[in-house]
């Protein structure tokens, strides 16, 4: 393991989520190891006129939990979310509703697309009704770095503050870059991580063109397939999740329960094509092999991969190879497992929602299973953790996150 | 100024842009020093409709003469301007269409919406057609992250990749961020830059809502009057700006020309409203303050500023406010000028065209104005350096930009020293 100076290393202090799986962490962990599926119709828009009517929506949330009901119509889906999740981390952390020091307290939130839909929405009222009748709060809605405003408002995190937006890859990389944001002296606390919600018409347009979606839509439960020879794509999630990280020394100063520890990160791109993965992996190879060496690790040590595994037919095939290029031999002793599965794809919030999990793992040494998975498909021949979930000592984890545009991060975290 | 190892210093050896005052650095910088303005009637729609009717558009720009024509149509025009920028700051380095190393080479662009305009139209279509009609290469034109990928495609840089999406600080964030994935190892080379490409009603019509807008249709080469008191709003403009960083090491082996070096950068969050900056400016204040110290310097080295004068009514007094907090009585003696004078607000793409203005500022020895300046205002009593372009010695520049969400960035560029 790298040899870091105190006041470079960084660990993980708090948790939040909210998934299709439940409103907060332990929900969502206590489904994930029982196996259960998140994804069922939906309920969120009328999806009768498209191919794909189900998805991984957010059940029986309410956003005036959060802010007040004026501010709510005005912030779109994934800032409500992000705020739970944020709100939840907090408290987990010990923190309530401020941080330490806020001049060194950031937030850096993942989101592919953010609340673009109300930019839709406004372009119909304009069409209709004329350019006067546009909500005045319309435009601030439809931009990605409303999440991160939110938090950083909320909590008065008034250092470094970011949005990234690489698509599938934004909450992983989120994380990675607020750790870095520590490491380098620019923070000593940042809320990090990532939010989504794409359960809306637009988006379920451009997925539906796309081709990456299951259309299973009489089995929303079993439609997710990762790995499995069946597989035929994802299905669309929203969700949130956000962590506290913290510079080690002000961790252990201020007594905090130290979860674990951010100990490499590497984000790159395939340069290869817009939709497609590169065939043969290499992005994805060498993203994992510089977020290892970053770590100081061996590829050997790592004990579990979340893997980004979202069921389409090229990208766990993918993935798989990457896998085995890397870790050799060892890549059929690594249990790999997807929590896409049960979750849903949730974008910019996957890679997030997964590293929570990861820390999960850790804590827990239980790893949540890979569901539906059934028929065996000869290109993904790894241990994907079956169906049912698994005890097992992890103390390293990787987790990987590869997405549109070619853009690939991945995440090693360790125990404390 | 701080000391920094060799490998942790940052170097600009190439710069592109088009902006709505031109199609490369050349044709900008010399409109921004004859104090012209870009902002025309819009073009680019029918905007008899709305009640702006002007905007920064850049004029006269042939995607094909930088993508293929099939590739070209399978992109948003914000793709189309980013390549265009990098295949100039490309071969303004020396570099042509090759990297030195592609697994040390990155991109990190900064955007505010991304190609929203090809999403509507893929809507539009949806709704009028249906499904089957709309092509998959609209479907993901919405996404931010796509300019950076067609970047790292051309070019093969394959290492780091980001899009940094914090409003009207991204194209400022977007280098700042850069700058620290070469400091921390991550790469040797970034392309690095800002983009936005949304002339369109939707934008505009949102705009007028939040009266944030230069309302003088019938003069929109005198509309935007940032810090004049007769100010009214900005206009909303397209366009971008890429540079190639280097760690400088890497640049002084291979003979590389460098343009200055990025000293310093801070990004912060006011904190306080969506869409109002903090009174106060104390998010502002701060976000300066750390950049400076992160230079190494003090304020009393920073020979000039580029103001994000967005010409609003709340922005600049701000702006203004803070840099007093900042820099006290020499304040008055620091020129501050708005690029946004001449080539309105281009949002994501703002904060890099005004950092290949900061760098030629310390190159060319000149100062471009804030120009349509002719009414003081009180609360707007710095040095804005108004109408005429200056000579000036120029060694280490401070560039502002502060945008919806309480999102701040600032940098600082020095003149290369050994």
Not at chain 2, 64 to 69: A, K, M, Q, R
Not at chain 2, 186 to 198: C, H, N, Q, R, V
Not at chain 2, 309 to 333: H, L, M, N, S, W
């Amino acid at each position: 393991m790298r040899r870091r100076e105190l006041q470079s290393r960084v660990v993980i202090t708090g948790l939040g989520m909210v998934t299709a799986l439940g409103l907060n962490v332990d929900e969502t962990w206590q489904a994930l190891i029982a196996g259960k599926s998140g994804i069922a119709a939906v309920t969120r828009f009328d999806a009768s006129e498209l191919p794909v009517r189900i998805g991984g929506e957010v059940k029986g949330f309410d956003p005036a939990g959060y802010m007040d009901r004026k501010e709510v119509r005005r912030t779109p889906r994934c800032a409500h979310l992000a705020l739970a999740a944020a709100t939840e981390a907090m408290a987990d952390a010990g923190l309530g509703n401020t941080v330490p020091d806020p001049d060194r307290s950031g937030v850096v939130m993942g989101v592919a697309n953010g609340g673009v839909e109300a930019g839709f929405e406004g372009w119909e009222t304009l069409k209709a009704h004329g350019p006067r009748r546009i909500p005045p709060f319309m435009l601030t809605a439809m931009l990605p770095n409303m999440p991160a405003f939110h938090l950083g408002q909320r909590f008065q995190c008034r250092g470094f503050n970011s949005t990234v937006t690489t698509a599938c890859a934004s909450g992983t990389q989120a994380i990675g870059e607020a750790a870095e944001a520590i490491r380098r002296g620019a923070a000593d606390l940042m809320l990090a991580g990532g939010a989504e919600s794409m359960i809306s018409l637009c988006f379920y347009v451009s997925l539906s063109v796309l081709r990456v979606l299951t259309t299973d839509n009489e089995h929303p439960e079993r439609a997710m397939k990762p790995f499995d020879a069946r597989r035929d794509g994802f299905a669309c999630a929203e969700g949130a999740a956000v962590m506290v990280l913290e510079r080690l020394d002000r961790a252990l100063e201020r007594g905090a329960r130290i979860y674990g520890e951010v100990l490499g990160y590497a984000a790159n791109t395939d340069a290869h094509h817009f939709a497609i993965p590169d065939p043969v992996g290499a992005g994805a190879a060498r993203c994992m092999k510089w977020a290892i060496e970053n770590a100081g690790i061996a590829p050997g040590e790592v004990d579990y991969i979340n893997a980004h595994g979202p069921a389409t037919e090229v990208g766990d095939r993918t993935e798989t190879t990457a896998i085995k290029a890397l870790f050799g031999e060892h890549a059929y002793r690594v249990p790999v497992s997807s929590t896409k599965s049960m979750i849903g794809h949730a974008s910019g919030a996957a890679g997030a929602i997964e590293a929570v999990v990861c820390v999960k793992t850790m804590d827990e040494a239980v790893i949540h299973p890979t569901i539906n998975y059934e028929v065996p498909d000869p290109d993904c021949d790894l241990d994907y953790v079956p169906n049912v979930a698994r005890r097992a000592d992890v103390d390293i984890v990787l987790s990987n996150s590869f997405g549109l545009g070619g853009q690939n991060a991945c995440l090693v975290m360790a125990k404390y | 100024m701080r000391q920094r190892k060799l490998e942790e210093r940052v170097v600009i050896t190439g710069m592109g842009a088009v902006t709505p005052l031109g199609l490369n650095v050349d044709e900008t910088w010399r409109a921004l020093v004859a104090g012209k303005s870009g902002i025309t009637r819009i073009t680019q729609f029918d905007p008899s409709d709305l009640p702006i009717q002007i905007a920064g558009e850049v004029k006269g720009f042939d995607p094909t003469d930088y993508v293929d024509f099939k590739e070209a149509r399978r992109m948003a025009r914000t793709s189309h301007l980013s390549l265009a920028a990098a295949a100039q700051a490309m071969a303004d380095a020396g570099l042509g269409d090759q990297v030195p190393d592609g697994e040390r080479a990155g991109v990190v662009m900064g955007t505010g919406v991304g190609g929203f305009d090809v999403a509507i139209e893929a809507w539009d279509t949806f709704r009028t057609k249906g499904l089957r009609k709309v092509s998959p290469f609209s479907a993901t034109a919405l996404l931010a992250n796509m300019p950076a990928h067609h970047i790292s495609l051309r070019y093969q840089c394959q290492a780091y990749n980001s899009t940094v999406v914090t409003a009207c600080a991204s194209g400022t964030q977007a280098i700042g961020e850069a700058a620290e994935v070469i400091r921390r190892g991550g790469a040797d080379l970034m392309l690095a830059g800002g983009i936005e490409a949304l002339i369109h009603p939707i934008l505009i019509a949102a705009f007028t809502i939040m009266r944030v807008l230069a309302a003088d249709n019938d003069h929109p080469e005198t509309a935007v009057k940032p810090f004049d008191a007769r100010r009214d709003g900005f206009a909303s403009s397209e366009g971008s700006a890429v540079m190639v960083l280097e760690r400088l090491d890497r640049a002084i082996d291979r003979g590389a020309r460098i343009h200055a070096e990025v000293i310093g950068f801070a990004a912060n969050t006011d904190a306080y409203h969506v869409a109002i900056p903090d009174p106060e400016g104390m998010g502002a204040i701060r976000c300066m303050r750390w950049a400076i110290e992160n230079a190494g310097i003090s304020p009393n080295e920073v020979h000039y500023i580029n103001a994000h004068g967005p010409g609003t009514e709340v922005g600049d007094p701000i702006e203004t406010r803070a840099i007093k907090a900042i820099f006290g009585e020499r304040a008055y003696q620091i020129p501050v000028s708005s690029t946004k004078s001449m080539i309105g607000h281009a949002l994501g793409g703002a904060g890099a065209i005004e950092a290949m203005a900061c760098a030629r500022t310390i190159t060319e020895g000149i100062i471009h104005p804030t120009i349509n300046y002719q009414v003081p205002d009180p609360d707007c009593d710095l040095d804005y350096v108004p109408n005429v372009a200056r000579e000036a010695d120029v060694a280490v520049t401070l560039s502002n930009s502060f945008g919806l969400g309480g999102q701040n960035a600032c940098l600082l560029l020095g003149r290369y020293e050994e």
